[in-house]
């Protein structure tokens, strides 16, 4: 089992940025896929970003691409997400999530196995 551990979440003004980062312990990191998924104010979980295990091939809800990136320090243990150009339907808890399996990346809740206990992105117009 792992362990997350999620921080940077905070408030900004539309069109801002932040940076969620995190933390891994409990098993060889560089071997998991990691995700970002977020749920908004009466919505269900969604899938945000992906990134394998080596951090080579990334992945983006549409939502997203070209304004969030996902990256990965494995000898930091640690997985990031950079938010930029920030808007208002962006506000939700995100959640880091770790695959269920070595080397197996998915896109859906289901592939991933361990969760974090979420950050709070709150986008003001």
């Known amino acids: 089992q792992v362990q997350l551990v999620e921080s940077g979440g905070g408030s900004v003004q539309a069109g801002g940025s932040l940076r969620l980062s995190c933390a891994a312990s409990?098993?060889?990191?560089?071997?998991?896929?990691m995700g970002w998924f977020r749920q908004g104010p009466g919505k269900e979980r969604e899938f945000v970003a992906a990134?394998?295990?080596?951090?080579?091939?990334?992945y983006y809800a549409d939502s997203v691409k070209g304004r969030f990136t996902i990256s990965r320090d494995n000898h930091k243990n640690t997985v990031y997400l950079q938010l930029n150009s920030l808007k208002p339907e962006d506000t939700a808890v995100y959640y880091c999530?770790?695959?269920?399996?070595?080397?197996?990346?998915?896109?859906?809740?289901?592939?991933?196995?361990?969760w974090g206990q979420g950050t709070q992105v709150t986008v003001s117009s």
């Open positions: 409990g098993r060889t990191f560089s071997m998991y896929g």
């Open positions: 990134t394998t295990w080596s951090g080579g091939t990334t």
């Open positions: 999530a770790a695959a269920r399996l070595p080397y197996v990346l998915g896109q859906s809740s289901t592939d991933f196995g361990s």
